[in-house]
């Protein structure tokens, strides 16, 4: 027996997933989005749009510095690494952008939550959806 594709990522998925994410502990509020920064649903009163645009940005960066990044020292090491989440760091609070097969999950923190935490209860909750 193979196993399932992965659904396709429409707007009803991405509310399913944003609904799910919304309710692990040390998440205030969520934003979920395509690869390319479309089908952006959140939890929130923030503008989805220009939240996807940040997490595509972001991840798009980032991802970037894997692909040639300089091969000495530490660059090696992110130039042969596959991009799982960013950690942002405010006088706001903390946020993360979690890379989830087909789309991102951008996730502002609750005060004080940790986010390796955080981070691995919305992989667990990505993972039921896959």
């Known amino acids: 027996m ?11 998925f ?5 609904n799910a994410i919304a309710l692990a502990p040390g998440v205030r509020e ?16 923030a503008d989805c749009r220009k939240e996807a645009a940040l997490a595509r940005f972001l991840v798009q960066q980032a ?17 042969t690494s596959q991009l ?3 950690t942002l760091s405010g006088a706001e609070g903390d946020s993360l952008v979690v890379v989830i097969p087909d789309c991102f999950a951008l996730v502002e923190l609750h005060p004080g939550a940790a986010p390796a935490n955080v ?7 990505a993972r039921r959806y896959q």
């Open 2 to 12: 193979s196993a399932s594709p992965p659904p396709t990522f429409t707007e009803a």
């Open 63 to 79: 991802e970037a510095m894997t692909d040639d990044g300089d091969l000495r020292g530490i660059g090696r090491t992110v130039a």
């Open 30 to 45: 969520v934003t979920v989005c395509g690869r390319e920064g479309d089908v952006a649903f959140t939890s929130g009163g």
């Open 14 to 18: 991405a509310q399913r997933l944003v």
């Open 119 to 125: 981070a691995a209860s919305i992989r667990a909750v």
């Open 84 to 86: 799982e989440q960013i």
